[in-house]
């Protein structure tokens, strides 16, 4: 059966520093892959997804970059942390008729 | 551009109440309409979709594309669908969900 699996669970970071969460997919083989974030009143926000290795699609202009280096393997980085970038960030695997959420990644920038 | 509105930010009721989760969508075209549910401490996951026309514990959505919505409603809350609601769109040829800012029920016994 197919697994997502994200980490860390819970991270505090500092303005300015850099960020990379990871997130990577068993049992299925070339799945479309997304990265989104979920913030207080605001809902569930597309940040980027991918439907191959090295395609990556951004759907909001910021300072966090993604980047698909394996076919079952989707990261998140910034160079540089806002406080604005707090928040709890979900990989998804799956098509745009059914998709399977990881656990999920709550980011707090200080 | 495509866009889910959920008007709701909380909604709550006692046990036993009719529920109706509020969704409209802009899209010009013939959509494919979903409901994921997030319950406390568990992954957001999919509740129902439109074109499989089911019910799921005790939860109906119908499309109605005169008024562009996909309202959740069940006939009477339990405690236990207290939970955070949102509804998302799909459309041809692309490769994404957009989903709204989602609505909170809470069930109150």
């Known amino acids: 059966s197919q697994t997502i699996h994200q980490w860390p669970a819970t991270l505090v970071q500092p303005v300015g520093s850099p960020l990379s969460l990871e997130c990577t997919v068993e049992?299925?083989?070339?799945?479309?892959l997304y990265w989104y974030r979920q913030a207080a009143g605001r809902g569930l926000q597309l940040l980027f997804y991918?439907?191959?290795?090295?395609?990556i699609s951004s759907e909001v202009p910021q300072n966090l970059s993604a980047s698909r280096p394996q076919d079952r393997q989707f990261i998140l980085s910034s160079k540089k942390l806002l406080l604005s970038d707090s928040g709890f960030y979900l990989c998804?695997?799956?098509?745009?008729?059914?998709?399977?959420f990881g656990p999920g990644t709550r980011l707090t920038v200080t | 551009a495509q866009r889910v509105t959920q008007p709701e930010k909380l909604l709550s009721v006692f046990k036993g109440a009719p529920v109706e989760l509020k969704c409209n969508y802009s899209y010009s075209g013939s959509p494919e309409l979903f409901w994921y549910v997030q319950y406390s401490r568990q992954r957001l996951q999919l509740l129902l979709r439109h074109i499989s026309r089911e019910s799921i514990k005790g939860f109906t959505a119908d499309l109605n594309k005169g008024e562009t919505s996909f309202h959740l409603k069940k006939p009477f809350a339990q405690e236990e669908d207290s939970a955070m609601y949102y509804c998302?769109?799909?459309?041809?040829?692309?490769?994404?969900?957009?989903f709204g800012t989602g609505t909170r029920l809470q069930v109150f016994p």
């Open positions: 991918s439907v191959g290795i090295g395609q």
């Open positions: 998804a695997w799956g098509t745009p008729y059914e998709q399977y």
């Open positions: 049992g299925t083989s070339n799945p479309n």
């Open positions: 998302a769109l799909s459309f041809y040829n692309t490769d994404k969900l957009i």
